[in-house]
C-alpha cells in the first residue's frame, strides 16, 4: 500500500483506511515546520491563563508545580472508558487522524507529539481502548487510553498482535512526554467520531456499487422492463445520483436476454431502484465531503495562531460529523429495505414465476426460504440503528457540556449499519444467482406450478460475470444444505468489494 503523508490539509477516507489497514504513515515537511513554527510561538507567548481555565474546567484543579505528575494523573483520570476494545482498524484510525489534527499546525503541539503517534503507526503498536464511554464532545476517554500508553503509564496495546503492556508494547519507540497544553490536546477533539466515520466512506461507497450489482441481476431474474432506467426519464428529474444508478445498471445490462422492455410495470423494488440507490449515492456524497472537511480540520480547544493569538471556540463538538453519520444511517436502510423486497419477490413462485424459494422441489426441500427471513430480520434491525443519535444529548462536566453531539454512537451505528447491509446484498447476489440458473438452464414455472422447460435465456455480459463469480463461491440450491456457510463466504466476499464494479472508475 502506498504511504499515507499526513499534511493536515489533504487527508481522504480512502487513505485512512489504509492507514487503518497498515499502511506506513509519515508527516508532510510544510506541515512539520508548520508545527515548529506554532509550538515556538506558543512556549515564548504562553497564555497560562487559558491552560489554568482549561485543567480547572476538566477537573484537575490548576497545574501545580510538580505538573508532570499532575500531568499524568490527569491523563489516567479521564481513562474511563468501558466496554470491548476497538478494533485494531478504528484505533489506527484515531491514531491516524488525530496525527493529521496536529499537522494543521493550530495545536501549539510539537512535531514531535504526531511523530510519536506516527511510529506507533509504523511500529504497529495498537492501545487497547474501551468502546464506549464518549459522548461526543471533546472526546477525552478514547484518546485518554491511547494517551496513556503513548507516554509508558500503563495500560494494554498490541505489538505486532500480540496483546502486552503499554511499556512493553512501546518498547524501542520514544514515549509522549506532553506539556500541559499537548496533553489537552491529545485527549480533546472529535477525533473518535472523525475516524469512525472516515472509515465508513469508503466501506458504503463498496457496498453501493455492489447494490447495483446485486440489483441488476435481481432484474434478470424477474425479468424486469429496463425502461425505468430511461436517461430521459430519469435525467429529467435530474438528481445526479439516480443518473449515475441508472447509467450503471444500464451498463451491467447491457447484452440481456432476459429484461423485458415495455411489459407491465414492474413493483417499485425494481422501477424505482435508482431513485432509493441514487438518494443513497447523493446522501453519501454529502457525507463524504463533510468527513474530509472534518478530516482536515483544526479540531482541538484553545487554537493557536501566531499571527493574531490563541482563541478559544468550540471546534472539538462533533455535531457535524454526528449529523452526517445519522443521514448515512438512513441512506444505508433504505438501500438493505429494497434489497429485501427483491429477496421476497425473486423467492415468491407466484411474483418470480420460478419454483418458490427457487429450489426445484419444494415438496422436500425449503430452498432459500430461510434466506429472505434472515434478510427480514436484519433490515429490521438496521431500522432500529437508524434513530438519529444526534437528536439526543445529555449535560456533562457541571453543566459546562450542556449539549453534547452522541457523534461516537451514531458513527458506531454506521459502521454496525454497514456491516448488516454487507450480509443483505449476499443473500440477493445469492438468490439472484440461483434465479439466473433457472433461465440460463432453461426452466421456468407453469401456471399450475409444474417445472417445464422454457427457451434458454442469457444474462448480460456483466451480470454473468458476477453470476459466474457467485457459482464459484456457493454451487447451485438442488436440495437443502446448510445456508449459513455459504452466507458467510458470499458476505465476506461483498466486504472485500468483490462485487464492487464502477464502471465510473473504468472509464
Given at each position: 500500500m502506498a504511504e499515507v503523508l499526513l499534511d493536515g490539509k489533504t487527508l481522504t477516507p480512502a487513505a485512512l483506511e489504509r492507514a487503518a489497514r497498515g499502511a506506513t504513515v509519515g508527516l508532510d515537511d510544510d506541515a512539520r515546520a508548520r508545527m515548529e513554527e506554532t509550538a515556538r510561538?506558543?512556549?515564548?507567548?504562553?497564555?497560562?491563563?487559558?491552560?489554568?481555565?482549561?485543567?480547572?474546567?476538566l477537573g484537575a484543579g490548576s497545574p501545580p508545580q510538580d505538573s508532570k505528575q499532575r500531568i499524568r494523573t490527569f491523563i489516567e483520570s479521564h481513562c474511563g472508558g468501558v466496554g470491548e476494545p476497538l478494533p485494531k482498524a478504528q484505533v489506527r484510525a484515531i491514531l491516524a487522524a488525530r496525527a493529521n489534527v496536529l499537522a494543521t499546525g493550530t495545536t501549539g503541539c510539537r512535531p514531535e507529539c504526531a511523530d510519536a503517534l506516527i511510529e506507533m503507526l509504523n511500529r504497529d503498536v495498537v492501545p487497547e481502548v474501551p468502546g464506549k464511554g464518549s459522548v461526543g464532545s471533546a472526546a477525552p476517554a478514547p484518546l485518554a487510553h491511547i494517551l496513556r500508553v503513548a507516554c509508558g503509564f500503563g495500560g494494554r496495546a498490541l505489538r505486532n498482535g500480540v496483546p502486552t503492556s503499554a511499556r512493553e508494547a512501546m518498547a524501542g519507540l520514544n514515549f509522549v512526554e506532553p506539556t500541559e497544553k499537548e496533553a489537552l490536546t491529545l485527549i480533546n477533539g472529535a477525533t473518535l467520531t472523525a475516524a469512525l466515520a472516515g472509515l465508513t466512506i469508503p466501506f458504503a461507497e463498496r457496498l453501493l456499487h455492489t447494490a447495483e450489482m446485486a440489483c441488476a441481476l435481481s432484474f434478470e431474474v424477474v425479468r424486469a422492463d429496463p425502461d425505468c432506467l430511461s436517461p430521459l426519464a430519469i435525467g429529467r428529474r435530474n438528481h445526479p445520483g439516480a443518473i449515475g444508478v441508472a447509467s450503471r445498471l444500464r451498463h451491467l445490462l447491457q447484452g440481456s436476454q432476459l429484461v423485458v422492455p415495455g411489459r407491465n410495470p414492474d413493483p417499485f423494488s425494481i422501477r424505482c431502484a435508482p431513485a432509493v440507490l441514487g438518494a443513497a449515492q447523493d446522501a453519501l456524497q454529502y457525507v463524504k465531503t463533510v468527513v474530509q472537511r472534518e478530516l482536515n480540520g483544526a479540531c482541538d480547544n484553545p487554537l493557536v495562531f501566531p499571527e493574531t493569538g490563541t482563541v478559544e471556540a468550540g471546534n472539538f463538538h462533533a455535531?457535524?460529523?454526528?449529523?452526517?453519520?445519522?443521514?448515512?444511517?438512513?441512506?444505508?436502510?433504505?438501500?438493505?429495505?429494497?434489497?429485501?423486497r427483491r429477496v421476497f419477490r425473486m423467492t415468491y413462485g407466484q411474483l418470480s414465476g420460478l419454483p418458490s424459494f427457487l429450489v426445484p422441489n419444494t415438496g422436500l426441500n425449503s430452498g432459500l426460504m430461510l434466506a429472505q427471513y434472515t434478510a427480514a430480520s436484519l433490515v429490521s434491525e438496521c431500522k432500529v440503528l437508524a434513530h438519529p443519535a444526534s437528536v439526543d444529548s445529555i449535560p456533562t462536566v457541571q453543566h459546562l457540556e450542556d449539549h453534547v453531539s452522541m457523534g461516537p454512537t451514531a458513527a458506531r451505528g454506521a459502521l454496525t449499519i454497514l456491516e448488516i447491509l454487507a450480509d443483505v446484498i449476499a443473500i440477493e447476489l445469492l438468490c439472484a444467482a440461483q434465479g439466473l440458473d433457472f433461465h440460463i438452464r432453461g426452466r421456468a414455472v407453469d401456471p399450475s406450478g409444474k417445472l417445464v422447460e422454457v427457451p434458454s435465456r442469457q444474462p448480460g455480459h456483466h451480470t454473468r460475470q458476477a453470476w459466474e463469480a457467485v457459482r464459484q463461491m456457493v454451487e447451485p440450491w438442488e436440495d437443502d444444505r446448510a445456508l449459513h456457510p455459504e452466507l458467510e463466504v458470499l458476505g465476506s466476499a461483498v466486504r472485500g468489494g468483490l462485487f464492487s464494479y464502477n464502471i465510473d472508475e473504468e472509464e
Open positions: 510561538w506558543y512556549r515564548n507567548n504562553e497564555p497560562s491563563d487559558i491552560i489554568r481555565r482549561k485543567w480547572h474546567w455535531a457535524p460529523v454526528a449529523l452526517a453519520m445519522d443521514h448515512l444511517k438512513v441512506a444505508l436502510t433504505q438501500v438493505a429495505s429494497i434489497a429485501e
